[in-house]
């Protein structure tokens, strides 16, 4: 079982350009979580998804962010017209359905808006 | 907001307990306590959780009070690769709501 796969590790972006981050969730799980961290700040929880479904947005951008979980595929997070702001680590995670399980946490990506 | 309380940094000798508490008096009774760390620049990784008895599992133990009004994560042994920022959240069982991290506690095994 490879884990959570996030990639890319490391991405860098022009400011106004589009960012799109992806997330495989470890095999059988169909709960998604995207997470931000900023430099030297704590994690901050932007949006849960489960298959299809955005189940919980309440920490996501108004404008600019959005993320889907497609029946096939990694689960997106896509920036629109990224700002230096945006620059932070963002994490993935995912858990396999039992409301007690623990999350499992990918290994994020590095985005620098430049 | 965190519904947790946990000192800011501690230090540990190296093959020592390192005993991390966390206080989380508002605590209801669907909530279960989760502990996470997150080792410089890495993504946090689950360490145990638990409801109302003490746990203990490959990793640590966590310790609970009576009333559950705060816990207590134990490293037995620890090793400088423990040095990371520790994470005590409480959430309801549901699993409807998302683990809320606060800022943990930062600690530092030292040789």
């Known amino acids: 079982n490879a884990g959570v796969m996030q990639n890319p590790r490391h991405l860098v972006r022009r400011r106004g350009q589009e960012a799109r981050l992806r997330c495989s969730p470890m095999?059988?799980?169909?709960?998604v979580y995207w997470y931000r961290q900023l430099p030297e700040e704590g994690l901050k929880f932007m949006v849960y998804l489960q298959k299809e479904n955005i189940i919980d947005e309440s920490g996501m951008p108004k404008e600019r962010f959005s993320a889907e979980f497609p029946k096939e595929g990694p689960s997106i997070l896509r920036i629109q017209q990224v700002v230096r702001g945006d620059s932070a680590a963002y994490f993935c995670?995912?858990?396999?359905?039992?409301?007690?399980?623990?999350?499992?946490f990918g290994s994020g990506t590095r985005l620098t808006v430049v | 907001d965190a519904k947790t309380t946990q000192p800011p940094s501690m230090d540990c000798a190296e093959g020592r307990a390192a005993n991390l508490p966390c206080n989380h008096s508002?605590?209801?009774?669907?909530?279960?306590v989760y502990w996470y760390r997150q080792i410089h620049s890495q993504g946090p990784q689950y360490i145990i959780h638990g409801l109302k008895n003490n746990e203990t599992n490959e990793m640590a133990s966590l310790i609970i009070t009576e009333d559950r009004k705060s816990s207590t994560l134990i490293l037995p042994h620890a090793t400088l690769r423990d040095t990371a920022v520790y994470y005590c959240?409480?959430?309801?069982?549901?699993?409807?709501?998302?683990?809320?991290f606060g800022k943990g506690t930062r600690l530092s095994v030292i040789a």
């Open positions: 995670a995912s858990r396999q359905g039992g409301a007690r399980d623990g999350y499992t």
């Open positions: 508002t605590i209801s009774g669907n909530e279960y």
């Open positions: 095999k059988g799980h169909s709960h």
């Open positions: 959240i409480v959430r309801d069982y549901s699993g409807n709501t998302p683990l809320v």
